[in-house]
């Protein structure tokens, strides 16, 4: 063995040695391979993978080890980009949870999204994708020209928050309104629709107004968007809704929850994760209607802007047409497989939008499984499971609000020097309220890390988060005292 060799040979031996170093693992399937890797180096590990070939294993396998490199990229593109997100957004989400909490101790209004069950009647489940305006036309259409109304119809409609005003428009009234968006943009949805009564399956985490707005019945649930201490405390309460993976399209957690509600088939529309060159989205959809507002002798209702844009690619749709789409969309369509293609009741109605995955039926077959129904009793809008969660009393959400207040108390005393330091005791109310630095970029997406509480900068950081935290609470104490 020449001396080059030997000491490669030794390079190997030590990093065989070193666990934490190098791994040889059997299976070489991608999802076994992406599990083991967050499982012993954990997320945000890594910033990039570079293949070493250390054997001619690769020339044999080629296109084996190509998907193995392709999907750790994969993996660690996600894992960075959820903590971009949680950088950008996971305040938010914390502020928007608390100042939901106050709702769910309404006597009539508000429940969890675990108590629906709609049996096995067929779920209509909408997006407001380009398919969504054909499809509906086929469907009504094939009705005599209107949609029945709940309790008139034997198939129920969910649908995402921004495409509820284009049901509006053609005047079909939808089941269930999921609301996931927790940015204030997502009031352009609910445009003239304030105190319609329309029922809504929000997240704990969308914007408020967004869940008050339309009046109805409210069905929460809840997206564990990252690990936090805050929500286990709710859970052991028995505060914490019905539970969803955070799969971060609102589509795709009303593909969810349609699944989750019921066990008839799930026929989807509208969710097509791509866009044609004269539609971005359906017709009367908020998107649509930024479109035509900014209509004026320079600018084009085509938008060859965003269909052009950087990144965007052509795609062949389900029709075997082309369409355009993007690496973000893109990725949400492989979630979706990835999510929902195993399923057997699930199916997608046929359009302009990319393959998901299911079986894929035309809107006349589509049609008939929607009134294969007709034979069932026509029952209310909603049906409620008779083994929901018992209600959650004004009184126990107020004593949970209460102990957090007191929490943020002692930590901004300690901080202050309003009582002696308690460094303990310190490291014991950061980690309870970790909504406060959960989104800091040195531990946005770490599974709970944190620095010490011994970093100044890292304390002075949290100290500017306290009072608004503070003030979140505080406002949902009062509305919680209100309905006493």
């Known amino acids: 063995m020449s001396r080059k060799a030997f000491a490669g040979n030794e390079l190997l031996q030590s990093l065989l040695a070193d666990k934490k170093s190098i791994a040889i693992i059997r299976k070489t399937d991608p999802e076994t391979i992406c599990a083991f ?3 012993t180096w954990g997320e945000r590990a890594f910033y ?3 293949l070493v070939r250390l054997t001619g ?16 990229h994969r993996e660690i593109a996600v ?3 959820n903590a971009m997100t949680l950088i950008r957004l996971g305040r938010l989400y914390a502020r928007n949870l608390i100042r939901n909490l106050a709702l769910l101790g309404e006597p009539d209004a508000a429940t969890d999204a675990g108590s629906l069950d709609f049996g096995a009647a067929p779920i209509l489940a909408l997006g407001a994708g380009p398919s969504l305006d054909f499809t509906l036309d086929e469907l009504m259409r094939l009705s005599g020209g209107k949609i029945p109304e709940p309790g008139k119809r034997p198939f129920r409609i969910i649908c995402a928050d921004s495409c509820l005003e284009a049901l509006v428009e053609r005047e079909i009234q939808s089941d269930l309104v999921v609301i996931l968006e927790s940015q204030h943009w997502n009031l352009r949805a609910f445009v003239g629709l304030k105190n319609h009564g329309i029922d809504t399956a929000p997240d704990l985490s969308s914007l408020p107004a967004s869940v008050r707005v339309l009046g109805g019945k409210r069905y929460f649930s809840v997206t564990h968007w990252t690990k936090l201490r805050l929500l286990e405390r709710l859970e052991r309460e028995g505060i914490l809704p019905e539970a969803f993976p955070p799969l971060g399209s609102v589509g795709l957690n009303t593909v969810a929850l349609s699944l989750r509600i019921g066990c008839g088939q799930v026929l989807t529309a509208g969710i097509d994760f791509s866009y044609t060159m004269d539609a971005l989205h359906a017709r009367s959809t908020p998107g649509h209607g930024d479109l035509l507002n900014r209509l004026n002798r320079l600018r084009s209702l085509i938008p060859a802007n965003a269909a052009f844009r950087e990144g965007t690619f052509a795609a062949v749709s389900k029709t075997l047409g082309q369409v355009r789409s993007d690496p973000a969309m893109r990725n949400y369509r492989n979630l979706f497989e990835r999510e929902f293609a195993h399923n057997p009741r699930l199916m997608d109605i046929t359009g302009p939008g990319l ?3 299911v079986k894929t039926v035309s809107p006349a077959e589509a049609f008939g499984i929607l009134t294969k129904g007709s034979e069932m009793l026509l029952c209310d809008s909603l049906i409620t499971n008779s083994s929901q969660k018992e209600k959650i009393s004004s009184t126990k959400m107020a004593d ?6 007191d929490y943020l108390t002692s930590i901004k005393n300690i901080l202050t020097g309003a009582i002696p330091p308690d460094p303990m005791r310190l490291d014991e109310l950061l980690d309870k309220c970790d909504y406060l630095w959960a989104h800091f970029p040195e531990c946005a997406g770490r599974g709970g890390w944190r620095p010490s509480a ?4 890292f304390l002075k950081r949290v100290r500017t988060e306290i009072e608004p935290f503070e003030k979140c609470w505080e406002i949902a104490n009062e509305e919680v005292k209100g309905k006493k």
């Not at 294993?57 to 750790?72: T, V």
């Not at 949970?400 to 207040?405: A, G, K, P, Q």
């Not at 011994?454 to 900068?457: E, K, R, V, Y």
């Open 79 to 81: 894992e960075w980009g």
């Open 400 to 405: 949970f609000i209460n102990r957090e207040i």
């Open 57 to 72: 294993g690769w020339q044999l396998f080629h296109s084996m080890y190509e998907e193995m490199e392709a999907a750790l």
């Open 37 to 39: 890797v967050r499982k």
């Open 355 to 357: 393959p998901l995955g």
């Open 48 to 50: 990039r993978v570079e």
């Open 454 to 457: 011994t970093d100044l900068s």
